[in-house]
């Protein structure tokens, strides 16, 4: 089945068959990293974080954890909320849960905090752009995106919804919820809620790797059916 910007909802074997796998890897976790690498600019430039992120950085106020340790363990219960969608995990999915919060705390640790606004501003601007090419880069390597990510993309699948308009709908459900939490929310918020969903549709026309028609999908656990 073809999803959104030519990607397919291919089982967990599947996904590891489709062909240029060594490409696919890199993208993934170069994704991956430079993902770690928005999250952070955004948070240093403190003109308001990513919602996701609104809601990390609020759980992370009150428990004696760090930032990425709660992206980690908020990652394994959004994986609760695709069985439903029966989104397909994969290589990618684990990736995901398990790297990106240890890629932000890297990048927290030693990116400077900007002084003034037109720094501040530049970081943040900058965060919010990393992020849709991130996501377009890692999701596009079709190894199974990353828990938030594969709740977005199964849910454009399932409602027949504009992919910006799921992921938008998605970040300001999160941003909710982190603000009755605590978190800071800014500027930055709100141009990143409204603006990474339009940029990520955007990149994911030349990121996704094009895989063509599968001849089977995987019959084991987690296959479509």
């Known amino acids: 089945m073809t999803g959104p910007a030519g990607l397919l909802n291919l089982g967990p074997l599947a996904q590891l068959r489709a062909g240029r796998l060594p490409e696919r890897i890199v993208r993934l976790l170069a994704g991956l990293w430079v993902y770690g690498l928005a999250a952070a600019l955004m948070i240093e430039g403190a003109l308001g ?68 606004l037109w720094p501040r501003t530049l970081f943040m601007l900058g965060g919010v752009v990393a992020c849709a090419f991130a996501t377009a880069l890692y999701v596009g390597a079709q190894l199974g995106p990353g828990p938030r990510d594969g709740l977005m993309t199964g849910l454009t699948r399932r409602s027949g919804w504009p992919l910006r308009r799921v992921r938008t709908l998605i970040e300001l459900g999160a941003l909710a919820v982190g603000v009755l939490l605590g978190g800071t929310v800014g500027v930055g918020t709100v141009v990143f809620a409204f603006g990474v969903g339009p940029l990520t549709q955007w990149f994911l026309r030349w990121l996704v790797v094009r895989l063509g028609p599968q001849p089977s999908v995987d019959t084991g656990p987690g296959a479509a059916g």
Not at 68 to 96: C, D, E, F, H, K
């Open 49 to 116: 974080a990513a919602p996701w992120d609104v809601f990390h950085l609020g759980v992370a106020g009150r428990v004696p954890l760090s930032f990425g340790t709660v992206m980690v363990i908020t990652s394994v219960a959004v994986l609760l909320a695709w069985l439903p969608l029966r989104q397909m995990p994969g290589l990618g999915t684990l990736a995901n849960t398990l790297l990106l919060g240890p890629f932000a705390d890297i990048h927290l640790a030693w990116l400077p905090t900007p002084d003034g």
